[in-house]
């Protein structure tokens, strides 16, 4: 009998042209096993998936999400929405994702997810940084779970800093929070996950610059230490 292998750990990379947010990464992932951050266009990473911020409809016309249609081409879009028709009757909340193949071979997924509703709107005084992020990765779980190992380094950049108006610090240490959520829970479904973050808007507020949130995830399913 063969021995069955963990799967290797999820390479993560974080970049951004913007150096206030590179900063703020390097604050609030200190010591976080796994993740790489950088400065530069998130066009010139190597990954597996690349993670685009985007709206509820899936348009991709501004911000990163218009950087990435005219590299991919047209059709990316067109998958895009496809996987929110189908997958979610045309609309993706912000706390849900679509992982989708890029037509490329890098990256040979791209996730949308959403910072906001509309294509511009300010979302500095919400949470939905940490929503985005967290529903990104929990795409990374399904899309292996489906097909095991397809998805082995993820790239983001600053979700919300842009279009979103939402401060470096704050998006750092609202992407820390959403990557943390990927590394003790697998959600079983988008509104499990929205209730995680929302149930604990207060400790999320609350939370000094220095110091962002571990949130605790359902008894059931294990840890709940706060960094």
Same mark, same amino acid.
């Given at each position: 009998?063969? =021995?069955? $292998? ?11 042209? /913007? ?6 990464w390097?604050?609030? %992932?200190?010591?976080? !096993?796994g993740?790489?951050?950088?400065t ?6 190597d990954?597996? =998936? ?5 709206n509820?409809?899936?348009?991709m016309?501004? @911000? ?6 005219? $590299?991919?081409?047209? @059709?990316?879009q ?20 679509? *992982?989708?193949?890029s037509?490329?071979?890098? !990256?040979? %997924? ?17 949470? /939905?940084?940490?929503?985005? *992020? ?9 899309? /292996? ?32 929070? @959403?990557?943390?959520? %990927? ?7 988008d ?30 399913? @294990?840890?709940? =230490?706060?960094r």
């Open positions: 009998m063969t =021995a069955k $292998h963990a799967p290797k750990p999820l390479r993560v990379v974080l970049t951004d042209l /913007n150096a206030e947010v590179v900063a703020a390097r604050t609030a %992932f200190a010591g976080t !096993p993740v790489e951050i950088r530069g266009s998130i066009l010139d990473v990954a597996d =998936a690349w993670v685009s911020p985007t509820s409809r899936g348009r016309d501004g @911000g990163l999400d218009a950087v990435v249609r005219r $590299h991919l081409g047209a @059709g990316i067109l998958r895009v929405q496809r996987a929110i028709r189908d997958g979610h009757g045309g609309e993706l909340e912000v706390g849900s994702a679509v *992982c989708v193949p037509g490329a071979a890098v !990256p040979r %997924f791209l996730i949308s997810t959403p910072t906001m509703r509309a294509s511009a709107q300010d979302v500095s005084q919400t949470l /939905n940084v940490a929503l985005a *992020c967290a529903a990104a990765f929990q795409a990374v779980h399904r899309q /292996n779970a489906a097909t095991p190992g397809s998805i082995a380094s993820v790239a983001l950049v600053g979700l919300g800093a842009q279009t979103g108006q939402v401060p470096a610090q704050v998006c750092a240490n609202l992407m820390w929070t @959403g990557h943390s959520l %990927f590394q003790d829970h697998e959600f079983t479904d509104d499990e996950l929205r209730r995680t973050v929302t149930d604990q808007l207060t400790d999320l507020l609350a939370a000094p610059a220095d110091r962002p949130v571990r949130l605790a995830v359902p008894a059931r399913t @294990g840890r709940t =230490a706060r």
